[in-house]
Structures are given as structure tokens and as C-alpha cells.
């Protein structure tokens, strides 16, 4: 509402009520927007149609890949213990986010709404919105919602003794990414995308203003390159924007790491020397679609599992090129970032424990974990691959070379 004022006090006209069908661009540039109460000419057009941004952008001849994914959220009756808490003048609870459980959870009339980010969670309406379905909902589905509950109970007891008062499971849009489409769009002038946001009103005020900016003055005023349409091309067919965002809502609650790299959905485009590439033992990252080798790994490494974690990967790669005090963890270099064997003061293990030994993987003597000088504070790093038990130390990794 208070968006809707600014822009009326703006001079800003607002139709309700009023669906685009169709678009035709006249001799003198501008648009010419068919709606089903009358034309509209203008010289800029802007698409934020949520769940509709497939149709819309086909009436600019845009393949946009923005796709709705189910999502579930649960509405809860009053919690009594929560109603007490509140009366007895308690402040309303922060909201609980839980990464490793992947679900959310916030106060709502004395009672929760849990919004978890399922596993399998489909892509719908891939071609576009079906006209029959307006307004509806999908049908609920309680196996994917179960271990997120389950999660939830052993967090906040109180949930164990709440009715569910409702199970809502609605189309939300994504991208491949997750990060909306903000820019403008490819091949069609004085076109602007404001797609793809799956997180609701958080983004609408700056989309907005950094949108208008960027119409207004030709460029945004902060880095919009993270969300600018014109980072997906040709390749993103409905196979891959379906894989990718289901991954990307999949992924809403992992902990991410600079130049992490995901798979679902890949290959996609690859050079005719992927192949030979892949078989001197290439990990492959994805740009604009294209399989490119990251890094080839040594031939012990070769006939071990697929890696689940490039950027350790990358970091084992460049270990050659770390500086000596980094290697040996020396504490007199705050900015030393080093691998451990869980050993040394300020080092964080496994377990995210603070206190050397007693957090790393005592089972584990191979155990490799990257640390970071307790003085920076950084969270640990966690080894899924050390997890599983395909790690090696470094210097089984130096001596494979
Ligand atoms: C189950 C569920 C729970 C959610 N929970 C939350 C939450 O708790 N908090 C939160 O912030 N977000 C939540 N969201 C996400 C939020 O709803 C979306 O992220 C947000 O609505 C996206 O805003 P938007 O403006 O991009 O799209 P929308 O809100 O979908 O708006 C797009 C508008 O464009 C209109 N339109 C489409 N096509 C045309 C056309 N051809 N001509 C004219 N108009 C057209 C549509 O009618 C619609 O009004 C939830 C979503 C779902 C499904």
C-alpha cells in the first residue's frame, strides 16, 4: 500500500483490474499495449507478472526463465504456551530460521506459520499459467512437509501440542539461480523485466527503485549484474529452467560458498573437447550454459567420487600456492588461512566446535577441515566429502601429484 501511495503522490497512474493480451511496437519505438480495457502506449514497458512471466515475456518474443515451484507453508491453531508468553507481555518471537532443517518458522495470530524449502518440490506450469487456474492453490502434500514438522517439534516442543489449522501450497516464481530477473531485457528495446522474485515483498521496494533508476538514467545506481536478466540466454529450455529451479528452491537454506557450482539440470551446452577433458579428470563449472573446466584433477583423484564441493576442491588445488605460515596455521598471521587435522588453538572442527581436537573428527585422523584463525570468527567449512569418507589428507593430495 504504502509503494501504491508513493507512486500515486509520484503522478503515477494505476489500473486495476486491467490484463495486458497483447503488445505491438509502432514506428516511433514506443509500445502499444493491447489490454482488455484499451490501448496503452508508452515508451518503456515493464514486466512484473509473478507467475504470468512466461506469457508476458511471449508477447515480446522472450523465453523467460522464470518457472513456478510449489511451495507449502503450514498455518498452526494458537499455541497456548506462546499465548501466555505474549500476554504475560512478551515480545512477538524473531523468526526462527533453521538452515539445516530448511524451514522457517513465525508467530502468527498466537499461534506458527512453518514455510519449509522442500526436497522435490516440482516446477509447474512450465508452458505458462493455465487459464483455469487463477487464484487456486495445489492440492497439500504431507510427505515432503513431514520431516521439516518432525525438525520443527524437536526445535520448538510447544508445536507438538498445536492443531493445524491449514496447509496452503501455492506457485512461487524462480529462476535457474534463484536471484530474480531485474534489467532490462534482451533483443527488444525499451523492455524491462521485474521477474522471478520468490522472495515476496524483501525485494520490491529495491527492484524497484534500482529499475526505475536504471530507466530513468540509463544505469542503477548499485551493481545490478547478480540479478540482470541478460545472465541466462537460448539455452535455458523448459528441461533445464524446470531441473534448475526446483534446485534452487531445493537450495533456498544450504549454506553457499563463493564460486559454488550446481549440477542439477547440466550439461547443457559442452565444447567438443568435454569429453576429453572429462576423462583427465575435469570438474566442470557452468557459464551462460557452458561446461568449462574448472580444474583437472591429479590421476589418484580420478576414480573417486564425483565432487560434491568445488570450492574445497579449488582450495586443495591452490593449497601449492599458500603462503608457508598459512600452511602451518601459524596464529601470529590473523589473516592465516590454513587446513588443520582439527588440531591447534582457535581451530574448529567438524562438529563446528570450538577448541581444536575436541571438535575435529577424532575417529577421523585424515580428516581434512579447513579453518579459519579463531580471531576472524569465520564459521567452519564443513567436508561433506570428509563426511562420507572420501577425503584424503593434503599430503596424500601433494604426494598423489
Ligand atoms: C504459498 C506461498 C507463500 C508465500 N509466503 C510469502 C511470505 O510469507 N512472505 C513473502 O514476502 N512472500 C511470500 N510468498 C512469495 C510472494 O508471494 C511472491 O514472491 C511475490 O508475490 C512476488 O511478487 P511479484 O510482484 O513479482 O508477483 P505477483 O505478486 O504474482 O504479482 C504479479 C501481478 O501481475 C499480474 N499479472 C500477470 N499477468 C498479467 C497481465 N498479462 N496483465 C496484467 N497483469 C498481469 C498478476 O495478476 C499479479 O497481480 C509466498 C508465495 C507462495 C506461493
Known sequence: MALRKGARAGGGEIYEQTQANAVEQMPSGEWNVKTNKGDITCEHVVCATGNYARETGRMFGLNVPAIPVEHQYIVYDKDPELQKYRNGGGHEPAVLRESDASYYLREERMGWIL?????????????GVPGWF???????????????????????????????????????SYTP???????????????????????GVT?????GWQLANWIADGEPTVDMLGVDPRRYGAYTSK?????????ACREVFTVHFPDEERHDGRPVK???????????????????????ANLVRSHRRRTERQVEFPALELFRACRQRVPQHA????????????????????????????????GADQDRPDCVVPCVDEKRRCAPRTNRAAQSGSSRTMRELDDAR
Open 327 to 358: 600452511r602451518e596455521g601459524r596464529h601470529d598471521r590473523p589473516d592465516a588461512v590454513h587446513q588443520t587435522r582439527g588440531q591447534g588453538p582457535g581451530c574448529r572442527g567438524l562438529a563446528g566446535l570450538p577448541g581444536g581436537q575436541q
Open 134 to 172: 487463477g487464484k487456486s492453490l495445489f492440492d497439500s502434500d504431507l510427505d515432503r512437509l513431514l520431516p521439516h514438522v518432525e525438525a520443527a517439534m524437536k526445535r520448538v516442543p510447544a508445536l507438538e501440542h498445536c492443531g493445524i489449522k491449514a496447509i496452503v501450497n501455492g506457485p512461487i
Open 177 to 199: 539461480g534463484g536471484s530474480p530477473l531485474v534489467g532490462p531485457a534482451w533483443g527488444v528495446k525499451n523492455v524491462w523485466l521485474n521477474e522471478g522474485h520468490s522472495f
Open 115 to 127: 514455510g519449509p524449502y522442500e526436497r522435490g518440490a516440482p516446477a509447474r506450469f512450465a508452458d
Open 270 to 292: 559442452t565444447s567438443p573437447v568435454y569429453e576429453k577433458l572429462k576423462n583427465m579428470g575435469a570438474v566442470f563449472g557452468a557459464r551462460y550454459g557452458c561446461e568449462r
Open 203 to 207: 525485494a520490491a521496494g529495491g527492484a
Open 239 to 247: 528441461r533445464f529452467v524446470s531441473a534448475k529451479n526446483e534446485e
